[in-house]
Nanobody, 126 residues
Framework: QVQLVESGGGLVQPGGSLRLSCSASGGTFRNYAMAWFRQAPGNEREFVSAVSGNGGGTWFADSVKGRFTISRDNAKNIVYLQMDNLELGDGAMYYC???????????????????WGQGTQVTVAS
C-alpha cells in the first residue's frame, strides 16, 4: 500500500508562491493517479488538481487554473504542486491523495482515491 507524506506548506503573502511535495513509499507509484485536495475550516474538502500515473494527464479546479501546476517524478516517487499567485482563498490544509487507476486516467472525486496523506497547512495572509 502506498504511504503518502506531504511537505512544503507554510505562510505566504498574497501573490506569493509555494511548492508542495508529496512523497510516496510502499507501492508502485506509477500505478497511482495522484491528486491534491484542500479543506479550509468550515468548508468541505475540495479538489485542487490531479495528474495521471504516466504524468500525461492533468486536471485543475477552475479556481486554480493558470496559477497552479502539478507534476510528478515517478523515478523519485514524488508529486509536486507548484502554487503561484496565491490568493487569500487558497489558504487551507492541503492533502495529497493516490488512487490506483489506469496510467492515463485522472479523477477529481475524492472517492476515487484510496490513499491519503496527513496534510500540510498553507496559510495566505498579508
Amino acid at each position: 500500500q502506498v504511504q503518502l507524506v506531504e511537505s512544503g506548506g507554510g505562510l505566504v503573502q498574497p501573490g506569493g508562491s509555494l511548492r508542495l511535495s508529496c512523497s510516496a513509499s510502499g507501492g508502485t507509484f506509477r500505478n497511482y493517479a495522484m491528486a491534491w485536495f484542500r479543506q479550509a475550516p468550515g468548508n468541505e474538502r475540495e479538489f485542487v488538481s490531479a495528474v495521471s500515473g504516466n504524468g500525461g494527464g492533468t486536471w485543475f479546479a477552475d479556481s486554480v487554473k493558470g496559477r497552479f501546476t502539478i507534476s510528478r517524478d515517478n523515478a523519485k516517487n514524488i508529486v509536486y504542486l507548484q502554487m503561484d499567485n496565491l490568493e487569500l482563498g487558497d489558504g487551507a490544509m492541503y492533502y495529497c491523495a493516490g488512487g490506483a487507476m489506469s496510467a492515463s486516467v485522472v479523477a477529481s472525486l475524492g472517492e476515487e482515491y484510496e490513499r491519503w496523506g496527513q496534510g500540510t497547512q498553507v496559510t495566505v495572509a498579508s
